[in-house]
């Protein structure tokens, strides 16, 4: 389910950034992986595979980026 909401995430603008890191954020495994361990530590934790999960995909990365010249040059 992650993968798809990364997928979508590549058909859209660069303002989907924000919502699927929410998406992420607010999903029941990361919410039960962060009140297990307490800490805000593991919030960082999870951005930074978020982070790497979006590195591995570096085609998606380049349609986002395209996006983000597009939605600048209007």
Known sequence: MFLDAILLFSLFSFNSLIR????????PSFVKMCSSYGNPQS????????YKIMNTFPLLSLINYLFIIEEFKR
């Open 43 to 50: 919030i960082i934790n999870q951005l930074k595979i978020f």
């Open 20 to 27: 699927l890191i929410l998406l992420f954020l607010n999903s």
